[in-house]
């Protein structure tokens, strides 16, 4: 069906205003599934009602208005909190007869609602798959079925993980509020996780056929920079964001013309780019004004600088990289950080010390199922003269992905080896 223009201006208005929205309304109902119904309602006002009367001159207020109204008229259906209600609609006509300006009023601690519907989507009584599909509907203004292409998977599969969550945060009454005290710290590193979540995703998709879906690292950088806008002085947040603006620099030269992936050490960094690199260095210098001692994503941000500064792959201060992952590893363990840190053993000191770090992680029992390991063990053999060893494990590793430009790369790999 062909859109009017107005009806294209409905939506783009809602896609800019819908978190704003529904945190406003969140902070009133105290329910964040019922705030995104009272959302959708004012969208379909909109829809009824601009293409007559035409966009109004402050349409996200107009949206605002209209949603607080019904918000006022379920509390009052419902019979729900009489008494919450009367004091809502109370200060509601107070505020439209005292405040000449509706939209000054409506903004009345816009950036705390936001906070709290970032905490909310982000709770950890959620799986992170429920968080990271929420967390993109509320507050990316993502529809149901683009998340389900974000993500490859059926539209009714995420419809009801949005649905459960919404449920689970009712049925468990999360409040809708940012978290004090040493919860703070629990809760701010499960949306750290999320946002992080959906930008790898968009930046190494784990299946379908393509290398990168770009959109998710959009929706990720722009949930992370409003972050790092409502808390200013939290280092780990520009560290995450420094991590995903010097990442997301590269997006152009890690896609060859024809889709194939570009791996680091091959590609064309003049097609960097350089605003992004900038910003994201101007991010970690910040993490790193806050805190004296670098966190996770700080430190995996000053790896990423390691690389955005080199201005060929050969001047890439790899002993400092390797300095960096141990320090990683002490504050994060974990297989896969172990195995990042062996590929910059291996550049800084040679393959065969990178080799033993791997050989160990086989002998642990680690990462059996993650097609990166023998990739890597692949490469090192390989610049060890062990081609046929090699092969095999390209081969192994070829099998185990789910994304269909890594399989046709590592293929190649083995077939490079002879």
Same mark, same amino acid.
């Given at each position: 069906?062909?859109? =009017?223009?107005?009806?294209?201006?409905?939506?783009?208005?809602?896609?800019?205003?819908?978190?704003?929205?529904?945190?406003?309304?969140?902070?009133?109902?105290?329910d964040v599934g019922l705030a995104e119904e009272l959302a959708q309602d004012a969208l379909v006002a909109a829809l009824e009602r601009w293409p007559e009367s035409g966009v109004p001159d402050n349409p996200g207020a107009w949206l605002m208005a209209t949603a607080k109204h019904r918000a006022i008229d379920q509390l009052r259906r419902r019979k729900l909190l009489e008494q919450k209600h009367n004091e809502l609609a109370h200060d509601l006509t107070a505020q439209t007869l005292a405040v000449p300006d509706v939209?000054?009023?409506?903004?009345?601690?816009?950036?705390?609602? *936001?906070?709290?519907?970032?905490?909310?989507?982000?709770?950890? %009584?959620?799986?992170?798959? +429920?968080?990271?599909? *929420?967390?993109?509907?509320?507050?990316?203004?993502?529809?149901?079925?683009?998340?389900?292409?974000?993500?490859?998977?059926?539209?009714?599969? %995420?419809?009801?993980?949005?649905?459960?969550?919404?449920? =689970? /945060?009712?049925?468990?009454?999360?409040?809708?509020?940012?978290?004090?005290?040493?919860?703070?710290?629990?809760?701010?590193?499960?949306?750290?996780?999320?946002?992080?979540?959906?930008?790898?995703?968009?930046?190494?998709? =784990?299946?379908?056929?393509?290398?990168?879906?770009?959109?998710?690292?959009?929706?990720?950088?722009?949930?992370?920079? %409003?972050?790092?806008?409502?808390?200013?002085?939290?280092?780990?947040?520009?560290?995450?964001?420094?991590?995903?603006?010097?990442?997301?620099?590269?997006?152009?030269?890690?896609?060859?013309?024809?889709?194939?992936?570009?791996?680091?050490?091959?590609?064309?960094?003049?097609?960097?780019?350089?605003?992004?690199?900038?910003?994201?260095?101007?991010?970690?210098?910040?993490?790193?004004?806050?805190?004296?001692?670098?966190?996770?994503?700080?430190?995996?941000?000053?790896?990423?600088?390691?690389?955005?500064?080199?201005?060929?792959?050969?001047?890439?201060?790899?002993?400092?990289?390797?300095?960096?992952?141990?320090?990683?590893?002490?504050?994060?363990?974990?297989?896969?950080?172990?195995?990042?840190?062996?590929?910059?053993?291996?550049?800084?000191?040679?393959?065969?010390?990178?080799?033993?770090?791997?050989?160990?992680?086989?002998?642990?029992?680690?990462?059996?199922?993650?097609?990166?390991?023998?990739?890597?063990?692949?490469?090192?053999?390989?610049?060890?003269?062990?081609?046929?060893?090699?092969?095999?494990?390209?081969?192994? +590793?070829?099998?185990?992905?789910?994304?269909?430009?890594?399989?046709? /790369?590592?293929?190649?790999?083995?077939?490079?080896?002879?």
């Amino acid at each position: 069906m062909q859109l =009017t223009e107005t009806q294209r201006a409905v939506h783009a208005v809602f896609r800019i205003e819908s978190a704003r929205l529904i945190a406003g309304l969140a902070r009133m109902v105290r329910d964040v599934g019922l705030a995104e119904e009272l959302a959708q309602d004012a969208l379909v006002a909109a829809l009824e009602r601009w293409p007559e009367s035409g966009v109004p001159d402050n349409p996200g207020a107009w949206l605002m208005a209209t949603a607080k109204h019904r918000a006022i008229d379920q509390l009052r259906r419902r019979k729900l909190l009489e008494q919450k209600h009367n004091e809502l609609a109370h200060d509601l006509t107070a505020q439209t007869l005292a405040v000449p300006d509706v939209e000054a009023a409506l903004d009345d601690d816009v950036g705390d609602d *936001l906070l709290r519907l970032v905490f909310t989507s982000c709770h950890p %009584i959620l799986s992170s798959e +429920a968080r990271a599909a *929420l967390t993109l509907r509320l507050l990316g203004g993502l529809t149901t079925d683009e998340i389900a292409r974000a993500f490859l998977v059926s539209e009714p599969t %995420i419809a009801q993980r949005i649905v459960r969550a919404k449920r =689970t /945060l009712a049925e468990e009454q999360v409040p809708f509020e940012v978290p004090r005290g040493p919860e703070l710290a629990e809760r701010l590193a499960s949306v750290l996780e999320v946002i992080y979540l959906i930008f790898n995703e968009g930046y190494s998709a =784990t299946a379908g056929d393509d290398w990168m879906r770009p959109e998710l690292c959009e929706d990720a950088l722009r949930l992370g920079r %409003i972050l790092a806008g409502l808390v200013p002085n939290e280092p780990e947040v520009h560290g995450l964001v420094a991590l995903m603006e010097i990442q997301a620099s590269r997006s152009r030269a890690r896609i060859g013309p024809n889709g194939q992936p570009v791996l680091l050490a091959d590609q064309n960094r003049a097609r960097w780019d350089q605003v992004l690199i900038h910003r994201g260095l101007a991010a970690l210098e910040r993490a790193e004004s806050l805190s004296q001692e670098s966190g996770p994503y700080a430190l995996q941000a000053a790896i990423a600088a390691c690389h955005a500064r080199a201005r060929e792959a050969v001047q890439t201060d790899w002993p400092r990289i390797a300095q960096l992952y141990a320090q990683l590893v002490q504050r994060m363990p974990s297989p896969v950080v172990e195995l990042n840190r062996a590929v910059a053993v291996s550049m800084a000191y040679g393959p065969d010390a990178g080799l033993a770090i791997v050989d160990a992680l086989i002998a642990d029992n680690a990462l059996p199922d993650y097609h990166l390991l023998p990739s890597v063990r692949g490469d090192f053999l390989y610049k060890l003269g062990r081609a046929s060893e090699a092969r095999s494990e390209f081969e192994r +590793a070829a099998a185990l992905t789910r994304n269909a430009r890594e399989r046709e /790369l590592l293929l190649e790999r083995a077939a490079a080896c002879g």
